[in-house]
């Protein structure tokens, strides 16, 4: 059968690819995507689940509409968080010896 994959639209596209369903419920597909590696043609074994693949191209475009929609929000609230940080300053108490000095830094460092 031929399925429209969502899995790398908004990276790579819509892939369009004959597949085959691996589980009884029809929910996951098993198809092979081409690659050429220096003269060398070979396959691989590639799978996508439910929510992952589509029959006709107007759901995978729906759900590439979806999908597009909450990466833009995920970058917006990502901007608004960058713009309204604060950055502090850390001190990195130069010269303590020993591992334990350098765990305190470390500390001070990775804890918010």
Known sequence: ???YVT???LTKGIV?????YTSEDEKSICFR????DVGKIFTLPEYAHSGEWFHT?????AQVEVMRAKEI???RDTIERLKNM???VIAANKGIKGRGGMAKVREEL???
């Open 57 to 61: 191209l107007e759901e995978a475009l």
């Open 7 to 9: 899995k790398w639209a």
């Open 33 to 36: 995507l081409f690659f050429d």
């Open 86 to 88: 604060r950055v502090p």
């Open 16 to 20: 369009r690819v004959g597949a085959e």
């Open 1 to 3: 059968m031929e399925v």
């Open 73 to 75: 929000a995920f970058h």
């Open 110 to 112: 990775l804890n918010d």
